[in-house]
Structures are given as structure tokens and as C-alpha cells.
């Protein structure tokens, strides 16, 4: 079965720091484009970070730059985001997801199943 | 940065009836458009890719068509299960955008 599973999420005050995980199997993870998208409590989706199929490409969403890092080890089948400097407007679920495609780099054919995020004092 | 808007916000319909959901782009995102659909509670799941072409095991009823800035969903006839809230997006530039959804609301 093609699955992702988070891990990681929890309650931060303002200013810290969080790790979060991606366990990822049941297909060949070096092969896929991988990313992080959000929702706030009661919103929509939108788009975090990006990491190409080696790692050696990553982008981010103006909101999240120069304080998230996305990072990946084809070894371990994991993908990692790494969240500094957190801010209250960060709370939100945080879902793993593959991209498709013939070429990797398509829309988000398999996500997580979410963790959430809490951001507060 | 790319923005999607999706029309309408809320669609009311019964089962059985025809649903056509609207996004459009704020400038050209070719065929790279995908459409998600989000239950409560769950993960969004893809139903669409480049505009037209259908995930796998995603049911005939759906369906996806367009290119430039307008793009369609249809789904020919709304089974209990479809009522959700349904996403685009486009992978055409960076950033990746979501539309803002549209709800699909039981009437």
C-alpha cells in the first residue's frame, strides 16, 4: 500500500522551533517530487515547501521563507520539515504529500493523513 | 504569484443533479491544473490532473476540462459521497496555488 505518515506536530509557543516527519512507503520514494501543504483551522489548503527527487531543489512559500527548511533522505524514505520561528498564523494541519506524474514533478496524488501544528502561549 | 479563484463558493444541489465548478487563473497556467476533493475530517484526495485527466480509481462521473486561466469540474451526477469541498491548483509556476474551494452543500 502507498502510504505517507506524519509525525511531529504539537503545541509550540511563539518563537519555537519544530521538527516535523514523513515516513513514506509502498512506492520508490527517490523517484517523486515531494512537498508540504497546510490548513488553517477552517481554511483552505496552501502550498508550503517543495523538495525535488534528490533534494538538491527545494522552494517555499513567501510566508514560510527563511524560518521552514524541507529536507529528505532517500535512504530512510523520510521527508523532514524543519519550522523556526513560529508564529500564531503557522497553526494548521500539515500534510505530507507525493507528487505524480510521469516525470515526478506532477499534481499531489497521495497525501498524509496530517499533523497537526498548534502555535501559542 | 499565480491566484486561482473558484465560482461559486457554495453550490446547493441535490443527488442525482449535475455540478459544475468553476476556477479561473490570473494568468496562464496551460494544462497544469489539478482538482482535489476534501471531506471533513480527512486529507484532500486528488481527482484531476492537467486539467482533464482522471487519478486512478477516480469515477467516470468526474470530470475536468479547460486550459489557459478557465477550467471546469463536472460531476454528471452527484452521488451522497461527493458532497465535499473541492480545491484546484496549478503547478504551472512557482509558487504551487490552491483556489480558495468550493463547497458542494446537499440542498
Known amino acids: 500500500d502507498v502510504q505517507l505518515l506524519e509525525s511531529g506536530g504539537g503545541l509550540i509557543q511563539p518563537g519555537g522551533s519544530l521538527r516535523l516527519s514523513c515516513a513514506a512507503s509502498?512506492?520508490?520514494?527517490?523517484?517523486?517530487?515531494m512537498g508540504w501543504v497546510r490548513q488553517a483551522p477552517g481554511k483552505g489548503l496552501e502550498w508550503v515547501s517543495a523538495?525535488?527527487?534528490?533534494?538538491?531543489?527545494?522552494f517555499n512559500a513567501d510566508s514560510v521563507k527563511g524560518r521552514f527548511t524541507i529536507s529528505r533522505d532517500n535512504f530512510k524514505n523520510m521527508l523532514y520539515l524543519q519550522m523556526n520561528s513560529l508564529r500564531a498564523d503557522d497553526t494548521a494541519i500539515y500534510y505530507c504529500?507525493?507528487?505524480?506524474?510521469?516525470?515526478?514533478?506532477?499534481?499531489?496524488?497521495?497525501w498524509g493523513q496530517g499533523t497537526m501544528v498548534t502555535v501559542s502561549s | 504569484e499565480i491566484v486561482l479563484t473558484q465560482s461559486p463558493a457554495t453550490l446547493s444541489l441535490s443527488p442525482g443533479e449535475r455540478a459544475t465548478l468553476s476556477c479561473r487563473a490570473s494568468?496562464?497556467?496551460?494544462?497544469?491544473l489539478a482538482w482535489y476533493q476534501q471531506k471533513p475530517g480527512q486529507a484532500p484526495r486528488l481527482l484531476i490532473d492537467?486539467?482533464?485527466n482522471r487519478a486512478t480509481g477516480i469515477p467516470a462521473r468526474f470530470s475536468g476540462s479547460g486550459s489557459g486561466t478557465d477550467f471546469t469540474l463536472t460531476i454528471s451526477s452527484l452521488e451522497p459521497e461527493d458532497f465535499a469541498v473541492y480545491y484546484c491548483?496549478?503547478?504551472?509556476?512557482?509558487?504551487?496555488?490552491f483556489g480558495g474551494g468550493t463547497k458542494v452543500e446537499i440542498k
Open positions: 504529500a507525493k507528487r505524480g506524474g510521469y516525470n515526478g514533478w506532477g499534481a499531489f496524488d497521495i
Open positions: 491548483q496549478q503547478r504551472s509556476n512557482w509558487p504551487l496555488t
Open positions: 492537467e486539467a482533464s
Open positions: 523538495v525535488s527527487q534528490n533534494g538538491d531543489k527545494t
Open positions: 494568468q496562464s497556467v496551460s494544462s497544469y
Open positions: 509502498g512506492f520508490t520514494f527517490s523517484s517523486c517530487a
